[in-house]
């Protein structure tokens, strides 16, 4: 059987599949295309674990750290990774939806496998990933597989409202990452894209710690909330800064957010930034910092009806990575108080991006880096939120 009756063969499987059903499907379209078995494992929220999905008939596996091992770099690089082993051969590939990595497949053949065999089972890969997320929407199977410690019921709540972690229209890659996952404070990132015009949106709401972080939660969900209000309302960005300060200051008068709100026309390179007394941001160009977005141009959520927001307007060019961050990643402090600071974060960013490293392992690197760097006991929230502009949108078919 060739890989398309394999995926049509999982097409017809999916309709009625529960996540518990994904690894015999795996290992059933292994089996199709020639190889001995296949075996799916799903990242951590943290991104330093691949947890092996069980299943009725899913054969005996152990977590595999990211770091060290080929498992990790498939997931790391988002590219096949293996070779010849004592009994066959071992491929791992990433599952990847667009560019939202959810974890790696093992395959196991008795032999080393064709190229063209090869690409067969990244496109196994691609539909199983997509089933993964799919079946994410109906049961908690998944979400139980991804969990390694208990989470807080602020982060619960915080986190069913982000966004995906890592979306591309081809011309654009936009990429968030917020820690810790378990027990988050007021940090929240969205975005969308409605036709050519990129939306991003990152939220720091003050009371991390007060009440388990709720309050700052509430306050962050009420941003989100808003946000999306004022863009599916077609609101303009001085518009949607107001709609989202309207809104949380009716709720909570003395509640206080800051924020950048920011638009990215695809077609163009233009972008457009409201920096809510927040940092403005950091665009590399070429190994280097190009410009720091400047900060602030308008006053925190709550205290928007005091002074009008200013747009900042820069153009990007094909190759630029925008990086907005919240005071967690720079104020962050090691065990002697010295701050991690922008110096340390224009560095990292700038290595990582040299390594030519996807975005999203970018992202993942540099939150982790901070976590290292308090010895992984965060102070405050680290969320980024980078977007990399690849080249200008033409026509579309």
């Known amino acids: 059987m060739g ?21 015999g499907m795996a290992r059933w379209a292994a089996r199709q295309l020639g190889a001995d078995d296949m075996v799916l494992y799903l990242v951590d929220h943290e991104q330093r674990q691949l947890l092996p999905l069980p299943g009725p008939d899913a054969p005996r596996r152990e977590s595999l750290a990211i770091e060290g091992t080929l498992a990790g770099r498939a997931f790391s690089m988002m590219r096949p990774f293996g070779g ?4 066959g051969a071992r491929l791992w590939l990433p599952l990847v939806n667009g560019l939202e990595r959810m ?46 410690a208990p989470m807080r019921l602020a982060a619960e709540m915080l986190r069913a409202q982000l ?45 991390h710690g007060s009440g388990g972080g709720m309050r700052a939660v509430i306050l962050a969900s009420l941003a989100l909330a808003a946000y999306r209000n004022a863009r599916r309302g077609g609101f303009d960005l001085v518009e949607t800064y107001h709609h989202i300060d309207n809104a949380v200051r009716d ?3 003395r509640g206080l957010i800051t924020g950048v709100l920011a638009e990215l026309d695809q077609r163009t390179g233009r972008l457009r930034v ?33 002074r009008p927001p200013v747009v900042v307007e820069e153009a990007l060019e094909p190759g630029d990575d925008v990086l907005f961050y919240t005071d967690g990643i720079v104020e962050a402090r090691s065990a002697d108080g010295e701050r991690f600071g922008t110096e340390r974060l224009v560095d990292f960013t700038v290595r990582a991006l040299a390594d030519g490293l996807p975005l999203p392992e970018t992202a993942r690197r540099l939150v982790h880096a901070i976590l290292a760097y308090q010895d992984d006991r965060l102070q405050d929230d680290a969320t980024v939120l980078m977007v990399r502009f690849l080249e200008p949108a033409t026509g579309r078919v």
């Open 3 to 23: 890989e398309r009756d394999a995926l049509h063969g999982l097409l017809r499987q999916s309709h009625h599949a529960r996540p518990e059903d994904l690894p």
């Open 84 to 87: 010849p082993v004592d009994d």
């Open 103 to 148: 974890g790696v497949a093992e395959v196991v053949a008795s032999a080393a496998l064709a190229d063209s065999s090869v690409a067969a089972f990244e496109a196994v890969a691609s539909l199983l990933a997509e089933l993964v997320i799919t079946r994410s929407h109906y049961s908690d199977t998944i979400e139980q597989v991804r969990r390694q």
């Open 163 to 207: 966004p995906p972690l890592t979306f591309s229209t081809g011309n654009m890659i936009i990429s968030g990452i917020l820690e810790p996952c378990y027990d988050v404070g007021g940090d929240a990132f969205d975005y969308a894209v409605n036709g050519e015009v990129a939306h991003l949106a990152l939220f720091d709401a003050v009371g």
């Open 251 to 253: 709720h909570d008068r």
């Open 274 to 306: 409201i920096s809510a007394g927040h940092p403005g941001g950091l665009v590399i160009r070429r190994g280097k910092v190009a410009m720091v977005l400047p900060t602030p141009t308008a006053l925190p959520v709550t205290l928007g009806d005091r």
